[in-house]
Structure formats: C-alpha cells, structure tokens
C-alpha cells in the first residue's frame, strides 16, 4: 500500500501557498470589487526575476529576492494605479476581465523574455529539514504554512481593529457613500492592491521552490487560489484558508495514486462547485472573517 504521509505532507505546504493570494483576493475584493485572475502571473514574474538575479547574473540571494518581490508588488500597484480609478464604476465581469487581460499580457511577457524552458528556484529554507515519521519536512514547507497562517490571523486583526481595515469594510459595503463621510478611497485601495501583489509574489517564490518554476504553471496557481475564495464566499478568511488546505491535500494525495493522479488538476473545480451546491442547498448566509 503507497504511504500518503509524505503526499499530504507536500499537500499542507502547497494549501499554504494557496492561502496566501486567496486571502489577498478576498481583500482585493472587499476594498475593489475586483477579482484578480493575475495573482499567478505576478508570482511568475517575481519568480523569473528573482532566479535570473541569483543564478544566472550571480547577484547576492538578499538582492535577488528583494527586486523580485518589489517587481511583483509594484506591477499590481501600477495597474491599481493607473486602471483601479476606471474600473472602479465597471460591473464586476468587466473589472474581472480586465485583470484576466494583465494575466495574458505578463505570461506573454515571460515567454518572450525567459522562454519555456525548465528551471529550478531553491529558497535557503528548503535545506533545512525536519523528520516527521516516514516523511521528511523541510523549512519551506513549514514557512509556506506559517505565513499562510500568519497573513490570515494579522488579515483578520487589520479588518476588525484598526481604521483601514474599518475603511475596507466600509467600502466593501457602500464605495460611494464611504468616499461622501471621508473615507481615503484610493489610499484604501491602493493598500489593497499593494498586500496582493506582496502575497502574490511571495506565493510565487515558495511554488517556485516546491514545485519547480514554470512561467505558465506558476501563472495557473491563480486556479486553486480563485477556488479557495469562492468556497469562502469571498467574505471567510478562515473558511478560505482551510479550503486552501484541503485543495492542496486533496490535489497531493490524488497524485499518490496512478489511476487517479490524471485528475489531480480539477481537484479546485470540483471542490468549488460541490461547495457553491451545498450553500446554495443550504442557503447559508455570508459570513465574514
């Protein structure tokens, strides 16, 4: 019989990295409206840049990822920036194809710049390994799990107790009466922007590191990120960080098993649609965080 340990070992590691840009969608959503399907390609970006700065230039590690980080972020902020103002009156499917459009343009971008082939990202924390019975965990499994964890807890915290966070809300529930009583639209928005572009590249480095860097399957992480979301009804931080975990779960234990591993791809489709049936059987209200 196939020990799944280390499977779902890799699983909670990578519903981590899912975590990240759900929860930072979620965010997006509330202060925007806008559902960004670029979160991948961010990460993508960061990615490439980060290991062209390190293994192919030579530079120090700390450059490396500092520019990647600050190229991913400041890639959302710009289209934040100069679009967020236009779409801000758009209807959501607009505003959703406009970053569909963002997503298309930066994986166009990579195979122009960095072409298709393989290559291989390892962060200094995959070096560190712990033994967890059979398997085997290294640092970047765990910071995967940290950080999705840490973003999620800090993510509620802002949006309960401190002023922007009661701004964001504010707009999630009425933008033109929050900008009447003096709410900072687009600093509230801009700082929304900026967090899922951080998340978003941050996502991308730790894929990256697990699972290879690939420009067109590290633009496709936006598929699980996106599902987890909507299982939270992008209103659940907590909802979502948990459905991030058993996406990644569920899409690693699959791979275990050869006569199912084919189907491991549709794992956040089929989880999303059984979720979005059972509310809808249900009618369970909207919660948030």
């Known amino acids: ?17 899912y975590a990240l840009p759900a929860v930072g969608t979620i965010v997006l959503y509330r202060a925007t409206g806008v559902l960004n399907f670029a979160s991948g390609a961010i990460g993508a970006v960061t990615a490439l ?8 230039w030579g530079g120090p590690d700390l450059v490396g990822y500092v520019v990647g980080l600050a190229l991913g972020t400041g890639i959302n902020i710009a289209y934040g920036f100069f679009y967020g103002r236009v ?74 107790r401190t002023k922007i966070g009661t701004a964001m809300r504010a707009l999630a529930d ?3 009466t929050s900008a009447l009583l003096g709410v900072p639209v687009r600093r509230v928005e801009l700082t929304a922007w900026a967090g899922f572009g951080l998340v978003s590249s941050i996502s991308g480095l730790l894929l990256a590191s697990l699972a290879g860097l690939s420009a067109v399957g590290l633009t496709f992480l936006v598929i699980p990120a996106l599902a987890a979301a909507v299982i939270g ?19 690693s234990s699959l791979s275990a098993f050869p006569d199912l591993a084919r189907f491991r791809t549709a794992t956040p489709f089929v989880l999303a649609i059984l979720a979005t049936l059972w ?11």
């Open 1 to 17: 019989m196939t020990d799944i340990t280390p499977f779902l070992v890799l699983g909670i590691a990578l519903g981590g990295i």
């Open 174 to 176: 009425d933008r033109e």
């Open 279 to 289: 509310f809808a059987r249900r009618r369970t209200p909207l919660t948030r965080v």
């Open 233 to 251: 009804r992008l209103t659940g931080l907590w909802t979502t960080f948990a459905a991030a975990i058993v996406i990644g779960v569920v899409q």
């Open 87 to 160: 779409y801000s009156q758009r209807d959501g499917l607009t505003k959703a194809l406009g970053t569909l459009g963002l997503m298309l343009i930066l994986l166009g971008l990579m195979s122009t710049i960095w072409g298709d082939d393989a290559r291989f990202l390892s962060l200094p924390t995959t070096a560190i390994t712990v033994p967890l019975g059979v398997a085997v965990v290294n640092g970047t499994q765990i910071l995967s799990v940290v950080l999705a964890a840490g973003f999620t807890l800090g993510t509620a915290i802002v949006l309960q």
């Open 49 to 56: 840049m980060t290991y062209t700065l390190i293994e192919v």
